[in-house]
């Protein structure tokens, strides 16, 4: 029988032999609540006492970086993560110095609000060169040229595979089987980590495996299910509990590897929970990281 399969809920109630998580350990990734500013987020997190956050670089920039960490400071929010550096991938050498120099803005960042990690997507595979092995190796190349600004800064990179359907566009790390090669390849793990999404990585066969294979170098566990009937592959994220993802074995396998970080909630739902009231979601947020996760 896999993993897992014992979990069932009886009356909303936690009944697959956890203890309740720990509150401590919850963390709300700002896109949940897409629509508000950061500091209407970080407002509403103080009313429902949640204790961590992920933020948006654009948000971040809105809200202006000095306001951010005063905001941070006074409701004693710790930072799960920053989001995002990357896509690094064009194969035109002028871009590419462009977009790596965004993302040494992006660990500046990053180290400004003392975030876990920056939250690193590859990029895609450009139509100019339909070529996915020589897209791999640049990315890998360009990553190996900023760990030394990333280890100066006192800041990990923490490689997030992303679905395959997204290959083209995001991200051609699409496993975290390929995270880990990387992490082999770069040999820093003192400031490259992976991050692991429920989202992007549940259909993987050989995702027990290589969750065991990254082991401490999950610097970030995040979470949102996959809905059975999903309207848009990016943007229509569900609830903890409302799709088809085992969110509760998935945690168990990052945990039983070393992770013990923040449980990062990041919903992208274009369709249903921006359309929310943000004091709901967040309560449903903590109600189903009881109950399903
Ligand atoms: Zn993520």
New binding site residues.
């Given amino acids: 029988m896999p993993a897992g399969t014992d979990d069932r809920m009886i009356g909303g109630l936690r009944h697959n032999g956890d203890d309740m998580l720990d509150a401590k350990l919850l963390s709300l990734?700002q896109v949940t609540l897409m629509p508000c500013s950061l500091e209407d987020v970080v407002a509403a997190m103080g009313r429902h006492g949640v204790p961590a956050i992920s933020i948006w670089r654009d948000k971040l920039h809105e809200c202006g970086l000095a306001k951010a960490r005063k905001l941070l400071e006074s409701e004693g929010l710790a930072v799960s993560g920053l989001?995002f550096g990357g896509l690094i991938t064009s194969p035109d050498a002028g871009e590419a110095a462009k977009a790596m120099d965004e993302v040494r803005r992006a660990i500046d960042d990053a180290a400004a609000v003392e975030a876990g990690c920056l939250?690193f997507v590859a990029g895609g595979v450009d139509p100019r060169d339909k070529d996915i092995r020589a897209t791999r190796a640049r990315a890998l190349d360009r990553v190996a040229e900023l760990v030394p600004y990333a280890r100066a800064a006192k800041v990990t990179l923490g490689l997030?595979p992303l679905h395959p359907m997204i290959c083209a566009t995001r991200s051609v790390v699409s496993t975290i089987g390929i995270a880990n090669d990387w992490c082999d390849a770069l040999a820093a793990e003192d400031v490259v980590g992976i991050?692991v999404?429920t989202?992007?990585v549940w259909w993987d066969p050989d995702l027990e495996t290589e969750i065991r294979r990254a082991g401490k170098r999950i610097c970030a566990f995040?979470i949102s299910d996959w809905l059975p009937d999903t309207q848009d592959l990016r943007l229509d994220r569900g609830m903890m509990g409302d799709g088809v993802i085992d969110i509760p074995c998935i945690r168990r396998m990052v945990e039983a590897a070393g992770y013990a970080g923040h449980r990062e909630v990041?919903i992208f739902s274009a369709r249903n929970w921006w359309k929310q009231d943000a004091d709901e979601v967040i309560r449903i947020v903590k109600e189903r990281y009881q109950t399903a996760v």
Wanted: aromatic share 10%; proline share 0%.
């Fill in positions: 990734n989001c939250v997030e991050a999404d989202y992007a995040h990041e």
